[in-house]
């Protein structure tokens, strides 16, 4: 990986920090690549640990990860698929106004 890969990654991972933090704690629906999404997020009282669980209404696909802030280093934890889907996921999801 060369330097500006590096950074990238870096950037990326916290602009998708960036974005988890402004979803709403809860259940709530909204929209992702055009299809409407159910989605859960749950944050600890301390705000070390982050899940989210989301699933397309009316399709099969699904995204479910937990974020792990321990140390001060926050680690993803995706549930059985690459963290590229999550992250593009969080980084993509466009919540309902309601919620």
Not at 26 to 52: H, I, M, P
Request: hydrophobic content about 35%.
């Amino acid at each position: 990986m060369t330097a500006s890969s590096t950074r990238r990654a870096i950037s990326t991972f916290e602009t998708f920090l960036s974005a988890l933090a402004r979803l709403p704690v809860g259940y709530g629906q909204g929209v992702f690549d055009g299809e409407s999404w159910g989605v859960t997020v749950e944050r600890s009282a301390d705000g070390r640990r982050v899940k989210l669980y989301g699933e397309a209404l009316g399709g099969a696909d699904h995204v479910s990860f937990n974020l792990y802030r321990a140390g001060g280093t926050p680690r993803l934890k995706p549930c059985e698929m690459p963290a590229e889907k999550v992250m593009d996921f969080v980084l993509k999801y466009r919540p309902d106004a309601e919620n």
